[in-house]
């Protein structure tokens, strides 16, 4: 039998009729082109988001010198020198001036770890045992009573917690000793709450007839951050 090409064609016409039927039965279970992998129409896509919140460790010394002047010690027994943290009658004895201590701020927005460093008693007297030691006052200059160091842990929280860490002489050394483990800074909330930012340390000589000629030291304040 012979195949015309009138046959032929009709065919074809009838072969591509039924492929697009086929296609369009495909694209209609599917739901369209979006329902094929190779035409998907969803895209994904992304950002980034960052923040920096500094942090300031400054601690300002608002009195920064003692000088006790001249004087002279007890021909028995010893003399005892020391700052005074508020103006009161209290003066130190045979001609020493009574300086007030060293007034700290801290004027950063972070709880620091603030210690003290300078010379021993003996660096300064040598052999004559004599006494050179630091307190945190529980009072201040410009306050009542110091409230600025407190125990930072938490496990108190009442605004008598100062109390802890004030009051207590200290023997100076040339190695970093504490003064405050937990100075706080100022802060409106803390402040409404009675909590300062400032506090006094006082300096302290017990001198003896050995003890003579003038001496200085250089006291060395570090502060370190105990984070927000």
């Known amino acids: 039998m012979e195949v015309t090409d009138r046959t032929l064609t009709v065919t074809g016409v009838v072969t591509l009729l039924v492929v697009l039927g086929c296609v369009g039965v495909v694209l209609t279970t599917v739901g369209g082109l979006g329902g094929l992998s190779g035409f998907s129409v969803l895209n994904t896509t992304y950002g980034h988001v960052n923040i920096s919140v500094s942090t300031t460790v400054d601690v300002g010394m608002e009195v920064n010198n003692i ?3 001249s004087g002279y010690v007890n021909a028995a027994g010893n003399t005892l020198v020391n700052s005074t943290t508020i103006p009161s009658s209290t003066t130190n ?3 020493f001036s009574s300086p007030t201590s060293f ?5 950063g927005n972070v709880y ?6 300078g010379s021993t008693a003996n660096d300064l007297f040598a052999g004559a045992s004599a006494s050179y030691q630091y307190r945190l006052e529980n009072t201040s200059l410009t306050e009542s009573r110091n409230t600025t160091c407190f125990d930072y842990a938490g496990t108190c929280t009442n605004i008598n917690c100062y109390t802890a860490y004030a009051g207590i002489l200290q023997d100076m050394a040339n190695t970093d000793k504490s003064v405050c483990p937990n100075m706080s800074y100022f802060n409106v909330t803390e402040v409404a709450d009675g909590w300062t930012d400032e ?3 006082s300096i302290s000589f017990v ?3 050995l003890t003579n000629g003038t001496v200085s030291d250089t006291i060395w304040f570090t502060a370190r951050s105990l984070g927000s």
Do not use: A
């Open 67 to 69: 000088d006790f002047g």
């Open 93 to 95: 004895p045979n001609g």
């Open 103 to 107: 007034w700290l701020r801290n004027e």
């Open 112 to 117: 620091i770890n603030l210690t003290i460093n």
């Open 199 to 201: 506090f006094n340390v």
């Open 207 to 209: 001198l003896n007839t």
